[in-house]
């Protein structure tokens, strides 16, 4: 007595919306509307790793050797395992609490759910660290309580995310800009620039041969970070597309204004906290490469770039370890190849 | 200048709590305080599974050969996917938009993270059961729309997922029940129970040769469920010891009564939908198996039983294919050994 109703089948399809669409009980992936979500989803199934996978004992012998390393050296590890610590929940939180709670679509819901599940592994990767290395969590918590730079640049997306952590109601185009924002601030501001601070300093350590298996959980987490972005840059491209009246050229000056904003922040950290030096990088170099960064972030989303003048990558070995010339082509070849291999070792260093 | 701060790492450690303790902003898993969840989320990571990594190409020549396989065989699996397609994403959004949105600890949203990721991978498996036999997912859907007995048993469980999606005070009695009874209704009486009926008409197929490969999706499906009954089951313990407001007389009278309810549910939903004779099963020993099976969860939770008489299992069969027994000694052995191998072959019976 059950027969396909054809124009059900239709209507369905229609009311695939990345907001205000059919909330459907059913996790109706099929047929995909958001193809880009599915083929992330596969991708990014395909680059799991898991802590225990990367052995530590080269890092615990050299984190206890006082000749191998230096302070400074500690001082970076902890900083980075402090500050991501902090910041994989607060962005894991974000995607359940505030963007996974209104998007409709049941791929995209798909797709965020693997983001959120990596936040996890990354996380867990922390725990990891820490518990391989004997540091009392706590210290590195309290190396962050009264570090006013670091303060700031939690607040600027915490602030953000709790204010949309309630109902709104998003037929209204200034909420739908809010979360537009959100999804901005947190995929290409936070995950997108705020991240590479860090990220390079560690990465600088593993060049020196310093903390080989902590630099190769930055280098796995990076290559999720990387999908992390497209994740949140196909979602928000998605979202102005189906819905024009968010994207305004006062919004659009609006995200450019706040990237603008998180460089700052972000800036202010690195001069605050970071010893960039004493790893024979040079600040300014390191600051460019901040700015560098920021401006692929908005180009890659239709803005506008900060700097007038096209900027070079001022640190290329980093971009090596690190992906961003994927993304140059982003608009010409929109999100459609993202074959990539399950093991680390056979990726392209342009993908990392 | 920073220095540990013993005082302040006890305080955080106390503040660890199931609800209403300290939301840290960073992901402070260590010291753990509910090691349960960590070791669960090892356990569970252990059992990953893909399903890709299942071969569909005896299925799909049976789904395509009129002798293999009937009608009745085939309305049963798109039963099964169309239920499982809805109730994962039930199951999910219960995670994310209820429970980890309120639960504090840390350890307690990793484990939360891996279960809704585990739903995840569900969802996607029944998207490569449909897309590898080539049915509509429409038609699936179809199927459902207009059947009093499932909308009933799908009603059963949103209405109830509903009504907690909004901000609600944890500090009061009534409430935390009410997140309470969201716990056991989720973990014991939908995953815990009215998951049975069609995981035992599946596993009918599987045991008569039909369908391997959705078998095995089966049953990796049900190792998983059994781990995600246990996370529910302890948070309600948990919740409990720590809030022992919550757990009077009358509501435990609530929770066996909601059961009940959930039981007569499924067996209304096994009489009209599920051709129980047609796979050589009796009704009476399917429905005795659901109570059988109510009793143990209720059990299992400190509960008394809905039968006065212990009731047997009456497909005992089907106990070496679903993990019942390992729960018998819950409150003996509490849950300390979560040892299991991460091969499904390698596995007791006793685990499945
Ligand atoms: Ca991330
Ligand atoms: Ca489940």
Tied chains: 1, 2.
Excluded at 69 to 95: L, Q
Excluded at 202 to 220: A, C, D
Excluded at 254 to 275: H, Q, S, V
Aim: aromatic share 10%; hydrophobic share 40%; charged share 30%.
């Amino acid at each position: 007595t059950f027969v396909l109703d054809r124009d059900k089948a239709e209507e369905a399809y229609r009311q695939k919306l990345v907001i205000n669409g059919k909330e459907t009980m059913f996790f109706n992936i099929l047929p995909l509307k958001y193809q880009w979500a599915y083929d992330l989803y596969k991708t990014m199934k395909a680059n799991h790793w898991e802590p225990e996978d990367i052995p530590m004992q080269k890092d615990i012998e050299q984190w206890r050797d006082t000749t191998a390393v230096n302070d400074i050296d500690r001082w970076i590890i902890k900083m980075g395992i402090g500050y991501f610590s902090a910041a994989e929940g607060i962005v894991g939180d974000n995607i359940l609490h505030v963007v996974r709670e209104v998007v409709t679509a049941p791929e995209l819901k798909l797709v965020l759910g693997r983001h959120a599940h990596e936040e996890n592994i990354h996380a867990d990767s922390l725990v990891y660290m820490l518990s391989s290395l004997g540091i009392n969590p706590h210290e590195c918590e309290a190396m962050f309580e009264d570090v006013e730079t670091i303060k700031a640049k939690n607040n600027f997306v915490v602030s953000n995310s709790r204010a949309l952590r309630r109902d709104i109601d998003l037929t209204l185009t200034e909420n739908k800009q809010a979360l537009a924002k959100n999804i901005f601030m947190f995929g290409q501001i936070m995950e997108g620039t705020q991240f590479y601070g860090l990220f390079g300093m560690i990465l600088s350590l593993y060049r020196q041969g310093k903390f080989p298996g902590i630099g190769q959980m930055f280098r796995y987490t990076l290559r999720d970070e990387s999908n992390h972005i497209e994740v949140f840059r196909n979602l928000l491209m998605d979202l102005v597309d189906e819905n024009p009246d968010v994207w305004t050229e006062e919004f659009k000056e609006d995200l450019r204004a706040t990237m603008k904003e998180g460089i700052e922040i972000e800036k202010a950290f690195i001069r605050d906290c970071l010893p960039v030096d004493s790893l024979g990088l040079t600040l300014d170099e390191f600051l460019t490469y901040i700015d560098y960064i920021g401006d692929r972030r908005l180009e890659s989303c239709g803005l506008k770039p900060l700097n007038e003048n096209k900027l070079e990558n001022p640190l290329p070995w980093l971009a090596e370890m690190m992906d961003i010339k994927k993304e140059t082509n982003f608009f010409e070849g929109r999100v459609t190849e993202y074959r990539k291999a399950s093991s680390l070792d056979t990726v392209d260093d342009d993908e990392l």
